[in-house]
């Protein structure tokens, strides 16, 4: 029988990917597409390919072309990687860099602010997704809370143009959702969310798109996982003791065997005190050598040490993270960690 694409398309829409929650016509991941006498041919398009999807929908695609014209139906698929085709909406951005934490308030987003201001001062290209969408801070640490992103129409699609400050690409869920009514959402709207500022979202060529991601394990942190392509993640943590379980705990998560996200190491935020009239003292209220420790117990690098030190919350408070100030002490400790992670993934 002589098949025709309309035909096979309409049977390939019953094959879903679950990662992204719909069937992969209409998420366009058919490509290079070719029917003939009882024979198809196509390549399936992942973001990464060695996920376990990339086998379950390939063998469901093909079971259903089977199923619907024969079992003597020739079925040739062959998966690529969206790297490979250059194309997707990231294919620009080289490396995506994910700030985790196991637990709230210790820093990520101050973190994250930071180190892309830094890796922006040493040359790279960056932008920043604040992925949080119980507390979007990216919007108030740039001041940039009244501005909203433009949209322009590309190959048919609404795409956002990130709103650019210090020359670093933002974009933060606050701009879009009512963080209100976030607290409530599910899974699926959380997830949906995050696409949208990943994939909808014209991010041109970057060298490091930094994530700034919610405390803990939840949907944002698995689909970031699942369905994109991560260069590594780095994450925060406090010096005390029972910060350890929940470090623990994230770190587990980016090293369950179907992610496997390279953990490039951690980092120890309010490691000492150090008072502004005094800048040289440290005091280490909440004990020394702890992020050594956790790292050490971790096997992965301490990528540094940032002081606790009030100038830090007051710049992100104001509008301009304190990596600005190239006179900071703290500045110094960021652009370290800046240089370690540009040693680590050039
Ligand atoms: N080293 C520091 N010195 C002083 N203040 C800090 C420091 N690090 C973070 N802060 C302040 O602590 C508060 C929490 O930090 P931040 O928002 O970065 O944490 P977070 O881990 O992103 O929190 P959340 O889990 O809510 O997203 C902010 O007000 C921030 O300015
Ligand atoms: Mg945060």
């Known amino acids: 029988m002589l098949l025709t694409k309309s035909q096979v398309i309409e049977v390939l829409k019953g094959v879903i990917y679950f990662a992204k929650g719909d ?5 366009g991941m058919i490509d290079d ?12 398009v992942f973001p990464r390919l060695d996920e376990p999807a990339v086998n379950i929908v390939s063998n469901s695609a093909k079971k259903a072309i089977q199923d619907a014209f024969g079992a003597h139906v020739e079925v040739k698929i062959t998966p690529v990687s969206e790297k490979e085709k250059g194309r997707g909406p990231l294919a620009g951005v080289r490396n995506i860099i994910a700030i985790a934490s196991g637990k709230g308030g210790v820093g990520k987003s101050t973190v994250a602010a930071n180190l892309a201001i830094a890796l922006a001062r040493s040359g790279a290209k960056v932008g920043l997704v604040d992925a949080d969408i119980y507390g979007p801070s990216v919007p108030m640490m740039f001041g940039i809370g009244d501005e909203q992103p433009g949209v322009y129409e590309r190959e048919g699609k609404p795409t956002i ?36 500022l990943l994939r909808d979202a014209d991010w041109g060529i970057l060298d490091y798109l930094v994530i700034d991601l919610p405390p803990g394990t939840g949907d944002i942190q698995l689909t970031l996982a699942q369905s994109y392509s991560i260069t590594g993640a ?24 179907k992610l496997t996200i390279p953990l490039l190491g951690l980092i120890e935020n309010m490691a000492y005190f150090s008072p502004s009239d005094m800048p040289e003292k440290q005091y280490f209220i909440f004990g020394k050598g702890q ?40 500045t110094k400790a960021f652009d370290k960690i800046a240089l370690e992670i540009k040693r680590q993934i050039p």
């Open 234 to 257: 780095i994450i925060v943590t406090t010096p005390q003791k029972v910060a350890f379980a929940d470090v623990i705990r994230a770190a587990a998560m980016f090293r369950q065997e």
């Open 291 to 330: 992020g050594e420790t956790f790292a050490n117990q971790l096997g992965i690098p301490l990528l540094g040490q940032i002081p606790l030190v009030e100038s830090i919350s007051a710049s992100g408070d104001g509008g301009s993270p304190i990596a600005l100030d190239e006179n900071s002490p703290v």
């Open 161 to 196: 143009i990130p709103i650019e400050k210090y020359g670093i690409r933002l974009l933060s869920i606050g701009f879009f959702v009512d963080t209100d009514k976030a607290l409530i959402w599910r899974g699926p709207m959380a997830t949906s969310a995050l696409n949208q």
């Open 33 to 44: 597409f070719e029917t003939g006498e009882d024979e198809v041919k196509l390549r399936i």
């Open 23 to 27: 069937n992969i016509v209409n998420l």
